[in-house]
């Protein structure tokens, strides 16, 4: 059972990026899944979520209009595409596993894949 | 909007003692969707509480949730070396919205 995050790298400011995350070893059609970032040395922050259809997805404000959260669930894959990237984009974005119901929290995390903001 | 003030920042302890983490929100927790997350340094979060005092499959009984409102707490009766890392709480809403707190560090003292 794992997650495994890929696409992270160094972009300038108003640049795009599209993450990546591979998921194995549990039923991918049965969970809602999210992103997670953490800046350098700072707390943890959501970013987004999407349901199993991939068509009801949710972001943080921060985010919204910039980033678009998306699934394939054909391949096990879910996707961030990030655009007008800023300086204060730079984290390290996880990959995570939404459990709803009674958790509502996320029980799954991939180890995560820098994306670094700079010119 | 729902903000997670954690306390204290810093926890400076030696293995063996108790630890008493808060997790205060600043509106009331509905359905005690309040969860809290263990990380150590280079690796990922991993969930130890949710629903405010349920502990996740795996998590041994040194750890332990309680709270309901706007105040929770995590306590983890006798620090084993392993337990010495940042943690997380989170809370969820059906707007929906997630939100983590700032995060308290528990050191070696």
């Known amino acids: 059972v794992q997650l495994v995050e890929s696409g992270g790298t160094l972009v300038r400011p108003g640049g795009s990026l599209r993450l990546s995350c591979a998921a194995s070893?549990?039923?991918?059609?049965?969970?809602?899944m999210s992103w997670v970032r953490q800046a350098p040395g700072k707390a943890l922050e959501w970013v987004a979520n999407?349901?199993?259809?991939?068509?009801?997805?949710y972001y943080v404000d921060s985010v919204r209009g910039r980033f678009t959260i998306s699934r394939d669930n054909a391949k096990n894959s879910l996707f961030l595409q990030m655009s007008n990237l800023r300086a204060e984009d730079t984290a390290l974005y996880f990959c995570?596993?939404?459990?709803?119901?009674?958790?509502?929290?996320?029980?799954?995390w991939g180890q995560g894949t820098l994306v670094t903001v700079s010119s | 909007e729902m903000v997670l003030t954690q306390s204290p920042g810093t926890l400076s302890l030696s293995p063996g003692e108790r630890a008493t983490l808060s997790c205060r929100a600043s509106?009331?927790?509905?359905?005690?969707?309040l969860a809290w997350y263990q990380q150590k340094p280079g690796q990922a979060p991993r969930l130890l509480i949710f629903?405010?005092?349920t502990r996740a499959t795996g998590i041994p009984d040194r750890f332990s949730g309680s709270g309901s409102g706007r105040d929770f707490t995590l306590t983890i009766s006798g620090l084993e070396p392993e337990d010495f890392a940042v943690y997380y709480c989170?809370?969820?809403?059906?707007?929906?919205?997630?939100?983590f707190g700032g995060g308290t560090k528990v050191e070696i003292k």
């Open positions: 070893g549990f039923t991918f059609t049965k969970y809602w």
């Open positions: 999407i349901k199993q259809d991939g068509i009801e997805k």
């Open positions: 995570a596993r939404f459990f709803r119901g009674t958790v509502m929290a996320f029980d799954l």
């Open positions: 509106q009331r927790v509905s359905d005690n969707y």
């Open positions: 989170q809370h969820y809403d059906s707007s929906p919205s997630l939100t």
């Open positions: 629903g405010a005092s």
